[in-house]
Nanobody, 115 residues
Framework: QVQLVESGGGVVQSGGSLRLSCVSSENIFFLNTMGWYRKAPGKERELVAEINVGGKITYADSAQGRFIISRDGAKKTLYLEMNSLNPEDTAVYYC?????????WGQGTQVTVSS
């Protein structure tokens, strides 16, 4: 069982930045893919960014150019640097990881962007 714990959410003004962290209970390179998803009120959960064990990164169109996903194996931590935030980025952000067909989720961290 892999446990993922997010932190770093909060309230920020439009145009501001936040960095989310996700600490894994296991070596992050045991996970095939790690990533960030978000769910806004009234919307479906959506992928924000993900990175696979080989280092390939995928960004949602909404995140491209503004967000940066990275990882630190020694700290067993996944990061999401979010810049130029706008109110449409307001959501609960979830850390996700998978080992083959087993999926693991963090508890989520709220990000609120005020206009």
């Amino acid at each position: 069982q892999v446990q993922l714990v997010e932190s770093g959410g909060g309230v920020v003004q439009s145009g501001g930045s936040l960095r989310l962290s996700c600490v894994s209970s296991e070596n992050i390179f045991f996970l095939n893919t790690m990533g960030w998803y978000r769910k806004a009120p009234g919307k479906e959960r959506e992928l924000v960014a993900e990175i696979n064990v080989g280092g390939k990164i995928t960004y949602a169109d909404s995140a491209q150019g503004r967000f940066i996903i990275s990882r630190d194996g020694a700290k067993k931590t996944l990061y999401l640097e979010m810049n130029s935030l706008n109110p449409e980025d307001t959501a609960v952000y979830y850390c996700h990881g998978n080992i083959l067909s087993r999926h693991y989720w963090g508890q989520g961290t709220q990000v609120t962007v005020s206009s």
